[in-house]
């Protein structure tokens, strides 16, 4: 995110005489104290890995560590899961939630409908990760297209536009579905407008690939992030799933992610797995163990899971709070436009509905980083800036409306 920042407006600024703010500079989690944060349930585990004698460093398997796979693919599909229950689910450990996506790509490229679908269309919501397009793109596809998401009027979810280049996309198209805490916008479907998706996905026989980045970090619930991908595979869809544990567990440079696949039957899921097998032999031969460990190990274990869910609900919980704090000063400052979107939103981030020449106003006169799209990262908010962000953007509206 910061490559585009310096390339329009230069480094920031390395003094802090000035108050400043880095709201989009990491999509990374922040304490209040605007430091990183080393989850307590991590810390317990890493010690307890590093205690254990029996472990080496031994090659993991091709398609990664079983434990690890498997409990991966349980949390985003539910204890209860049907599919997991009759054995047509499968895991790939993979780096990251981007690792994930590309073993994916590779995949559908290859075998999805037919041998060869370098010409089949891709769907990414306008807007999205810009690593998206760049997955797809680098794994072959010719086809990429945009479906309407984000409403910029209503600072909301175009659910109309959306379903509209659902029903006419070619059936058998791909569409790429974030499963919670939509980045950039922070805008996810309610319950019901979900159904109404996968109902226009199922009649046109289009299938989704789902991105779980922020389980658990979006609501602080488990299982209402997972709802969307759950609700999928109880209406019958085959799916992937990409779910990267970089925010939820502060993995980030450890790199752990799995592919999840739910297909119609055992034996469908176990030769999709064969040829991801092949795939993942030629990028990255087999992942490494350190990083799917501490998860495996915190998902099997019931008091450290239970542990692991109070972390995230806490930095889930500062992030609620900072959405309702940031939008209280908005409303009483008498900030014109309407700012319930901010609390309306969810995940790590929101797009404010500033436009350029606010934003512009934002970085050079009050030294508040942010995207020129107005999006910005709630985790830079703390209780210490709370004050200056919101004053901020009530002098930028107020001189630039």
Not at 120 to 137: A, L, M, Q, R
Not at 349 to 373: D, R, W
Request: proline share 4%; charged share 20%; hydrophobic share 40%.
């Amino acid at each position: 995110d910061s490559i585009p920042f310096r390339e329009q407006y230069g480094s920031p600024p390395v003094s802090v005489g000035c108050k400043m703010t880095l709201l989009f500079s990491l999509a990374a989690y922040r304490t209040d104290e605007g430091q990183p944060w080393v989850l307590p349930v991590v810390k317990k585990v890493e010690q307890k890995i590093a205690n254990d004698a029996s472990l080496n460093h031994e090659y993991l398997p091709i398609l990664g560590l079983p434990e690890f796979r498997a409990n991966a693919s349980r949390i985003v599909l539910g204890e209860d899961s049907r599919a997991i229950k009759e054995n047509r689910v499968g895991g790939v450990q993979c780096l990251g939630g981007t690792g994930g996506l590309r073993i994916g790509a590779e995949f559908l490229r290859r075998w999805y409908n037919g041998t060869n679908n370098t010409a089949t269309p891709v769907y990414i919501s306008s807007p999205s990760w810009e690593n998206h397009n760049s997955v797809f793109v680098n794994a072959g596809f010719k086809d990429i297209r945009a479906y309407r998401y984000w409403d910029a009027a209503k600072r909301g979810l175009d659910l109309e536009g959306l379903l509209e280049d659902m029903e006419s996309a070619p059936e058998f198209s791909i569409f790429v579905l974030h499963a919670c805490a939509h980045n950039p916008t922070g805008t996810d479907p309610t319950l019901e407008q979900w159904k109404q998706i996968a109902a226009v996905m199922k009649r046109r026989f289009l299938f989704p690939f789902f991105d779980s980045a922020y389980q658990g970090f979006a609501s602080g619930c488990l299982d209402r992030d997972a709802w969307a991908v759950r609700y999928f595979v109880s209406e019958g869809f085959e799916l992937f799933c990409a779910q990267s544990f970089s925010k939820n567990f502060g993995l980030y440079n450890e790199r752990v992610g799995n592919l999840s696949v739910v297909g119609k039957d055992a034996d469908n899921v176990q030769r999709v797995l064969s040829q991801m097998e092949k795939i993942v032999r030629t990028i990255w031969s087999n992942p490494p163990s350190q990083g799917a460990r501490i998860v495996a190990t915190t998902l099997t274990c019931p008091q450290l899971f239970a542990e692991w869910k109070d972390n995230v609900k806490t930095m889930a919980d500062r992030v609620l709070l900072m959405r309702s704090e940031l939008r209280a000063r908005l409303q009483a400052l008498g900030t014109p436009g309407t700012w319930n979107h901010i609390t309306e939103q969810i995940g790590m981030f929101s797009f404010t509905g500033l436009n350029p020449k606010q934003v512009e106003y934002m970085i050079k006169e009050k030294h508040i980083y942010l995207m020129a799209s107005g999006r910005i990262n709630m985790c830079g908010l703390t209780t210490k800036n709370l004050d200056y962000v919101a004053s901020s953007i009530h002098e930028a509206v107020t001189k630039f409306q």
